[in-house]
């Protein structure tokens, strides 16, 4: 890591939100030489310098829409992660203007500059709404991937990927704060659906694979994160059995209530589709999803199969879902409740 980023003057989009903010604390790690938060967010910046004393960070406001803005942020860079994004789905699904505005213009806004600029490496964020969307957000989000893998048909000096994954444990917007707060208060607590499931992972764990990544992409690929599964109402039931009492409530006395399927949501989630899977090889922690764009213009790797995986292998209605007892585990380990 420190081969990669050390004395490198990086820019992260959308530093002040949960995964952008866990960046920029990773990177600070590795000794760079700056590194420029660009956010929009005026109050995320001053709560960021509170929490984070450090004399490389340069706090750029702006947003990915505007392509001037854009373009002078990026100046002199050497890599860039791509962390800002609309990414509530209700939210997309009601403006969905703004969500093409954000996640698709501003993505592309982002990656011109970077081809202009020579920069070294573009980390794109991504989800696994993405695949298969149904929604607006994960339509969005689908193409910000298809512009970042697919910039270095033809020439281009820098090295492009995305990293693709599902829910991040205790991030901004994640349902463990609603649960908590819904605790505190007494209830209910609210629930789509018993049957939804979901990928998760931790926010350390979830960056320090990002980072990985930019170390491992060579042109195009989309590294796709290795996930536990659990089920929503399993986690809502687990906090309320270990937070209730904790609140001044008996666990028996807060109910659950079914409120149901959002706009724009899946019960399941899946982080690859049937068609990827023939350029897809299998590390311990991920898999790498190789650009078939790319190899059909002779500037890819070869790609044959090489996992014996099945889609459904790798979708939450299809996989083993966390016991009570391991989620009980994970969130005290994890230091959330």
Same mark, same amino acid.
């Given at each position: ?35 420029? /938060? ?6 995320? *910046? =001053? ?17 990915? &829409?505007?392509?001037? &803005? ?17 990414? *509530? /789905?209700?939210?997309? +699904?009601?403006?969905?203007? +703004? ?21 070294? &490496? ?41 990293? &693709? ?36 992972? $931790? ?30 109402? $399993?986690?809502?039931? /687990? ?9 001044? *409530? ?18 399941? +989630? ?8 023939? =350029?897809?090889?299998?590390? $311990? ?24 995986? $099945?889609? *459904? ?25």
């Amino acid at each position: 890591m420190k081969s990669i980023f050390e004395g490198k003057d990086i820019l992260v989009t959308g530093g002040c939100g949960s995964i952008g903010f866990e960046i920029v604390k990773q990177l600070l790690k590795y000794n760079p030489e700056r590194v420029r /938060v660009f956010d929009n967010n005026e109050d995320g *910046h =001053f709560r960021m310098n509170q929490e984070i004393k450090s004399d490389r960070i340069r706090n750029l406001i702006g947003d990915i &829409r505007d392509r001037e &803005r854009v373009k002078r942020a990026m100046n002199g860079v050497d890599i860039v992660f791509h962390a800002a994004a609309l990414k *509530h /789905v209700p939210f997309c +699904e009601y403006n969905p203007f +703004e969500a093409v505005s954000t996640n698709v213009i501003g993505t592309k806004n982002l990656v011109d500059a970077a081809i202009n600029e020579q920069i070294e &490496r573009f980390i794109g964020i991504s989800t696994d709404k993405a695949v298969n969307p149904i929604n607006t957000m994960g339509a969005t989000k689908l193409l910000s991937e298809k512009i970042i893998t697919n910039a270095p048909v033809g020439f281009s000096k820098t090295i492009f990927c995305c990293v &693709r994954f599902g829910n991040v444990l205790d991030s901004n917007g994640s349902v463990i704060p609603i649960f908590k707060k819904q605790i505190k208060e007494g209830g209910p607590v609210t629930i789509t659906s018993d049957k939804m499931t979901r990928f998760f992972m $931790d926010m350390p764990e979830a960056v320090n694979l990002v980072l990985k990544a930019a170390k491992l992409a060579e042109s195009g690929e989309t590294f796709i994160l290795k996930m536990k599964t659990l089920k929503i109402k $399993d986690l809502a039931e /687990v906090m309320v059995e270990e937070l209730a009492s904790k609140q001044g *409530h008996k666990p028996k006395d807060i109910k659950f209530k079914t409120i149901g399927v959002r706009p724009g949501e899946k019960i399941s +989630e899946a982080l690859m589709t049937k068609e990827e899977l023939g =350029f897809v090889s299998e590390l $311990d922690d991920m898999f790498i999803l190789y650009n078939s764009i790319l190899s059909a213009y002779g500037s890819g790797k070869d790609l044959k199969r090489k996992t014996d995986l $099945d889609h *459904h292998d790798y979708d939450t209605g299809y996989q083993p879902l966390l016991s009570k007892k391991d989620i009980k585990k994970i969130l005290y380990d994890k230091k959330i409740i």
